[in-house]
């Protein structure tokens, strides 16, 4: 195929031997099969700003830190040196994330590096060597949904035990290989002690996941994993090897009506008892 423009500079300095084709093209990146050397990569071309289509970007943003505060107050600044920083900084939180996840365990592409705007990494392959599916062109029977969920749930345990949140998790971004599951795309993904967002968007990722293979394992629908992972990980007992039950119970706690209206009561009082005394005082 014709070798695209953001991979030619790739090719001319020998990273990559030739452009095979072109796997999919995504809301931030597009994403092609690479030859190097004699073996088949994946080769993740990200969008400019103007082309992705990723919404809401702010939101996953917040949290991340910017070691150079020279680069930092430009993207404050929303100078064109500081929308370029904020674009390296917006590819490189996924070859981050990538790293941090895999030496978690996580199951994740192996990413090998990330230049102008294109990220290499491992091309996730099916028992056949073909191009691992999505989960959204799967069709599961109910043993092995219920046994990839586990899988699934684990892996989303070790992410948060690691410090990030998927942000975007759903079956149009795991891979499925010849042993399991397989999580990509994590430009967007978010640090669960620092995004005010993190635990909306966990519990988003979890539900998603398992609104998906309850399609095959309908019991599967009636689990709280999301609520019962992020108690855990608040109360600061979650590990990767946590028993969970998929159970959660909700603490609710009695109202004492009678003592509310006192403390509303209260307050109105002492309200207009300071409008009373701030006219009295005007009048003097």
């Known amino acids: 195929m014709k070798i695209p423009n953001r991979l030619q500079p790739l090719v001319d300095d020998g990273l990559v031997d030739d ?37 809401q970007a702010v939101q996953y943003q917040e949290g991340r830190k910017v070691r150079n505060t020279r680069n930092n107050r430009a993207m404050q600044k929303g100078s064109k040196f500081g929308r370029k920083q904020q674009e390296e900084t917006w590819q490189m939180a996924e070859v981050d994330a990538l790293f941090r996840l895999a030496n978690a365990g996580v199951r994740v592409p192996q990413p090998y590096m990330c230049i102008d705007g294109v990220l290499l990494m491992e091309l996730v392959t099916d028992a056949e060597g073909a191009v691992a599916p999505r989960l959204s062109d799967v069709t599961l029977d109910e043993e092995s949904a219920i046994a990839d969920f ?33 999580i990509i795309d994590l430009p967007q993904a978010v640090d669960a002690a620092a995004n005010n967002h993190a635990e909306s968007m966990f519990k988003r990722d979890v539900n998603n996941i398992t609104a998906y ?72």
């Open 213 to 284: 293979y309850g399609q095959f394992a309908p019991q599967l629908l009636g689990t709280r994993y999301a609520k019962e992972i992020w108690a855990l990980y608040e109360d600061g007992k979650l590990t990767p090897e946590t028993p969970l039950t998929g159970l959660f119970v909700e603490e609710i706690h009695d109202v004492d009506m009678d003592s509310l209206m006192d403390e509303i009561i209260t307050a109105e009082d002492d309200f207009y008892e300071r409008q009373r005394a701030l006219k009295e005082r005007e009048q003097e």
């Open 150 to 182: 586990d899988t699934m749930i684990r892996n989303i345990v070790r992410m948060l035990c690691a410090g990030l949140v998927h942000g975007d998790l759903s079956e149009f971004n795991v891979l499925l290989d010849a042993q399991g599951p397989v």
């Open 19 to 55: 452009v095979l084709q072109r796997l999919k093209s995504g809301k931030e990146a597009d994403v092609y099969t690479v030859l190097c050397g004699d073996k088949i990569q994946c080769a993740k071309v990200y969008k400019e700003a103007m082309q992705r289509s990723f919404k």
